[in-house]
């Protein structure tokens, strides 16, 4: 069979790939090895940039809806044991002004309830997305790529013809390792034992509010945290191999054990998985047809709860460029530029959330400076892109800006004050105008113009937005010039 983009992994990077490709009208092949999404709900929380990249695709309210839980801020506590005494040392209020940069709101709806979403909005879209299918191996040539995907319930093997690959395979990408692409950083931060289980309800974890407690009982170490679902919790063990300890020491058996010692309830075990929390980065995130997105470009540490929202970024700037290229209306050296402008998010992440872990393992010293991280807000909503696919008008180099007074300068995102903005963009590319003078430009040039005279001062007489919501360019003056344009979006689209 053919397609033009084939995805293996259905996380968090791949269902948002395989979305946006459909939104884009790319053909998608999404092959997930697991018959269902992940139940286990991981990433709790959306950020304001995943929240408005679900409005581009039209999920945001539907994510929104799909949350129990009425703060959108992350309660965190300690103690031996949920039965017993818990010391609250978070009840800070997550209330950042960001209202300047978008007037939607983050989310706290979690992994388990959002992949399911993604994937439903895929299919709808067009994506053909298959569970229970997996990659078992591929080659590229300068013409494209052969894989071999079999169904894991029937044995049926398909040879797929295929564009591009995109590797959404997660942390142990098998297709990273395949193709032979070190990491960079430090893994094996700590070991983990990660179980999620169902239980009668434990009064100090309400599911309508995010509670992480971490626990010291002993010998024992870990943490227990609620999820979405009423009666579901997830228990996360820390074990030590340089003290001989491995994953098969933690039998269901001895994971119920520790369960009703830290809880005092009778465990339903839904599923049991070891994790590394490692903090890497992928030293190419291409190889010629092949991108790596999500964790397979990158693993941080849950610390910094970005690892999944930036899955949906990588997933969301790599798709409207490989959608691009298929038709033709850019050239292939866009897509390098899919790198060059993740990459640094990518580095960001993981360095945050070791700074968070460091942070974390004292939190009652520390948790004021994790609460109060103003760098993660800037990264989620003051990022600067800086490539050949951007207008950039000045030297600067950093990586965010503040997001509390958004400049609007190409790179960084269309701000959205008054959120008249973020519902026009994600189709494709878009003018913005003060005044109906760049119609006719955007008109010669087959982009949408949109006439908006009440703009912030953020925007110029025309500015120009990426499918993405970034700004690529902009124009202070009154006269629409299609020349200009044209050339413009020749450039940005590394068109000949
Ligand atoms: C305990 C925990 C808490 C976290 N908390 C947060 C948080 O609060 N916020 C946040 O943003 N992030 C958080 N994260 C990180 C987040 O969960 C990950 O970054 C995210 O899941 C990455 O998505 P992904 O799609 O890249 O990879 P994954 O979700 O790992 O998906 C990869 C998929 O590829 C499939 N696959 C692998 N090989 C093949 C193959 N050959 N063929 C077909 N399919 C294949 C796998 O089955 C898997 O489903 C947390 C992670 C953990 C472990």
């Known amino acids: 069979m053919q397609t033009e983009v084939l995805i293996a992994g259905g996380g968090y990077a791949g269902l948002s790939t395989a979305m946006y490709l459909a939104q884009h009208g790319t053909q998608a092949l999404l092959v997930e090895r697991h018959e269902t999404t992940s139940p286990h709900p991981k990433a709790s929380g959306q950020t304001w940039r995943a929240m408005e990249l679900y409005r581009f695709a039209g999920i945001d309210e539907e994510v929104r809806r799909a949350s129990l839980r009425t703060r959108d801020d992350v309660l965190i506590s300690t103690g031996t044991s949920l039965s017993g005494p818990l010391h609250r040392i978070s009840s800070p209020g997550y209330d950042p002004d960001v209202r300047k940069a978008t007037a939607l709101r983050s989310s706290p709806a979690g992994q388990d309830a959002v992949e399911p979403i993604l994937a439903r909005r895929a299919a709808e879209l067009g994506a053909d997305v298959r569970f229970g299918v997996e990659l078992v ?26 564009g591009y690959l995109v590797a959404a395979d997660g942390a142990r990408s098998p297709i990273r390792t395949r193709l032979g692409i070190p990491f960079d950083g430090e893994g094996g931060l700590h070991h983990m034992i990660g179980a999620v289980f169902d239980a009668d309800p434990i009064e100090a974890l309400p ?23 009423p009666g579901r919790y997830i228990l996360g063990l820390t074990y030590d191999p340089a003290r001989g300890e491995s994953p098969d020491d933690f039998t269901t058996q001895r994971i119920t054990d520790v369960i009703r010692e830290l809880t005092g309830r009778t465990a339903d075990i839904v599923g049991i998985a070891p994790w590394e929390i490692a903090a890497k980065v992928a030293r190419t995130f291409r190889d010629k047809r092949i991108f790596l997105t999500g964790d397979a470009a990158k693993v941080a540490p849950p610390s910094g709860g970005q690892g999944g929202n930036t899955a949906v970024g990588d997933g969301n700037n ?29 580095e960001a992440v993981v360095d945050l959330s070791m700074r968070n872990l460091s942070v974390l393992t004292d939190p009652v010293a520390g948790f004021a400076e994790l609460t109060a991280s103003a760098a993660a807000i800037k990264l989620v909503l003051g990022f600067q892109y800086r490539s050949s696919a951007v207008s950039n008008e000045d030297d600067d180099l950093s990586l965010t800006e503040d997001p509390g007074t958004p400049s609007g300068r190409p790179g960084f995102r269309a701000p959205d004050q008054t959120g008249q903005i973020s519902h026009l963009l994600g189709n494709g590319w878009i003018l913005l105008g003060r005044t109906g003078n760049w119609a006719s430009a955007a008109e010669d040039c087959g982009i949408t113009f949109r006439l908006l005279p009440d703009l912030d001062a953020a925007y110029r007489q025309a500015t120009l937005v990426r499918p993405d919501g970034i700004v690529a360019w902009r124009s202070d003056s009154p006269h629409g010039k299609a020349a200009e344009l044209r050339a413009v979006l020749d450039r940005l689209l590394s068109r000949t």
Request: hydrophobic share 35%; proline share 1%.
């Open 207 to 229: 599911h309508h509010e995010y509670h992480i407690c971490f626990l010291q009982n002993g010998e024992l170490s870990g943490m227990v945290t609620n999820s979405e679902r």
């Open 137 to 162: 191996s591929f080659d590229q040539d300068d013409d494209g790529v052969r894989a071999l995907i079999r169904d894991r319930s029937t044995g049926v093997e398909t040879q797929v013809q295929a």
């Open 318 to 346: 790599l798709a409207w460029k490989l959608s691009a290229v298929l038709r033709g209306e850019a050239g292939e050296e866009l897509l390098d530029t899919y790198e060059v402008e993740r990459r640094p998010i990518a």
